[in-house]
Antibody, heavy 118, light 110 residues
Framework: QVQLVQSGAEVQKPGASVKVSCKAS????????LHWVRQAPGQSLEWMGW????????KFSQMFQDRVTITRDTSASTAYMELSSLRSEDTAMYYC???????????WGKGTTVTVSS | QSVLTQPPSVSAAPGQKVIISCSGS????????VFWYQQLPGAAPKLLIY???KRPSGIPDRFSGSKSGTSATLGITGLQTGDEADYYC???????????FGSGTQVTVL
């Protein structure tokens, strides 16, 4: 079945970077795009950006444009989201979700907890 | 502050109906498809409704979506205890050039 499996929980210090992976299975990786969405504790969902897994094109929310990098490795059917210059407000659950840019997110990973603490 | 506005909570007895509203503007709901996601406690979000009113395979017809102008609604009939969750609307915002979500609505079954 279609699955997105994310990497494990991370604890990072303020100012550091974190890289979260999202491995796809059950479908042809390059025929769909992937979004990254985060959710701070008790808060709503917040879109961070998106990558076209086929051609590698990316689009980012202005909120994260300067700090986020999204890449993919087609040979590993895996997408990556790296967030730099971490601050305490970046403590959140980070999700990858399959979907085209203006379309529905139809499959979600279980999420990766990122904690930023000194 | 979310671009899309939802009521913080709605509640009803088992078997009853609830309606969740999602209010936006011409740059988002008014000119783009609306999607609805269900997030059960401690779980990842799950797609419930796509393209305003379509249900993915496996979603019961107790869930329905509609859109009019710059607002959308999610209806849940025959409410069950398993429907207790947070529900989020989402859409593309053409002005922000970003995907936006609502503030979320918690459904409680009394």
């Amino acid at each position: 079945q279609v699955q997105l499996v994310q990497s494990g929980a991370e604890v990072q210090k303020p100012g550091a970077s974190v890289k979260v992976s999202c491995k796809a299975s059950g479908y042809t990786f390059t025929t769909y795009a992937l979004h990254w969405v985060r959710q701070a504790p008790g808060q709503s969902l917040e879109w961070m950006g998106w990558i076209n897994a086929g051609n590698g094109n990316t689009k980012f929310s202005q909120m994260f444009q300067d700090r986020v990098t999204i890449t993919r490795d087609t040979s590993a059917s895996t997408a990556y989201m790296e967030l730099s210059s971490l601050r305490s407000e970046d403590t959140a659950m980070y999700y990858c979700a399959r979907g085209n840019l203006r379309s529905q997110m139809d499959v979600w990973g279980k999420g990766t907890t990122v904690t930023v603490s000194s | 502050q979310s671009v899309l506005t939802q009521p913080p909570s709605v509640s009803a007895a088992p078997g009853q109906k609830v309606i969740i509203s999602c209010s936006g503007s011409s740059s988002n709901i008014g000119n783009n498809y609306v999607f609805w996601y269900q997030q059960l406690p401690g779980a990842a979000p799950k797609l419930l409704i796509y393209e305003n009113n379509k249900r993915p395979s496996g979603i019961p017809d107790r869930f329905s979506g509609s859109k009019s102008g710059t607002s959308a609604t999610l209806g849940i009939t025959g409410l069950q205890t398993g429907d207790e969750a947070d529900y989020y609307c989402g859409t593309w915002d053409s002005s922000l050039s970003a995907y936006v979500f609502g503030s979320g609505t918690q459904v409680t079954v009394l």
